[in-house]
């Protein structure tokens, strides 16, 4: 399987293409800027070859490991806030970290807030992980 495409915005990968009508209501709200004006700089990877694919198949394709990748799942286009899950790899020859990678579902609405801070390093990952409800997703400050 190919990789990851490089781009200097943040890749958001669909892995699930079940429901069209879910992927486009997806796809408008995370393209849409919200009321502040606020947006993900995300690069959209909108290809069936990666179907199915789970993170850690999708953090191997990636073009370089310390870097946000979103993921478009199954759960992402089935649940009604569109809980997308953010993806922290760790670098490479992080031995503490090696095997774990930070994961956060996060609400679409909300992906600019993860996306925007990380990418600029303005927040550290744990503060969305701290942030985020019992269930385990961030639905914002």
């Given at each position: 399987?190919?990789?990851?495409?490089?781009?200097?915005?943040?890749?958001?990968?669909?892995?699930?293409?079940?429901?069209?009508?879910?992927?486009?209501?997806?796809?408008?709200?995370?393209?849409?800027?919200?009321?502040?004006?606020?947006?993900?700089?995300?690069?959209?990877?909108?290809?069936?070859?990666y179907?199915?694919?789970?993170?850690e198949?999708?953090?191997s394709?990636?073009?370089?490991?310390?870097?946000?990748?979103i993921?478009?799942d199954?759960?992402?286009?089935?649940?009604?806030?569109?809980?997308?899950?953010?993806?922290?790899?760790?670098?490479?020859?992080?031995?503490?970290?090696?095997?774990?990678?930070?994961?956060?579902?996060?609400?679409?609405?909300?992906?600019?807030?993860?996306?925007?801070?990380?990418?600029?390093?303005?927040?550290?990952?744990?503060?969305?992980?701290?942030?985020?409800?019992?269930?385990?997703?961030?639905?914002g400050f």
């Amino acid at each position: 399987m190919k990789s990851l495409p490089q781009t200097d915005d943040t890749l958001l990968i669909r892995t699930d293409f079940s429901d069209q009508t879910a992927w486009q209501a997806l796809h408008t709200a995370i393209t849409t800027p919200n009321e502040d004006d606020f947006i993900a700089n995300v690069h959209i990877v909108d290809e069936a070859a990666y179907r199915d694919l789970t993170p850690e198949q999708v953090i191997s394709l990636a073009p370089a490991r310390g870097f946000l990748l979103i993921v478009a799942d199954k759960t992402a286009l089935t649940t009604p806030e569109m809980p997308l899950l953010a993806v922290l790899p760790h670098e490479e020859g992080d031995d503490e970290l090696e095997q774990e990678h930070g994961k956060l579902r996060v609400i679409a609405e909300e992906l600019w807030s993860i996306e925007n801070n990380i990418s600029l390093a303005n927040m550290d990952w744990e503060e969305f992980v701290d942030a985020a409800d019992d269930d385990g997703v961030f639905r914002g400050f």
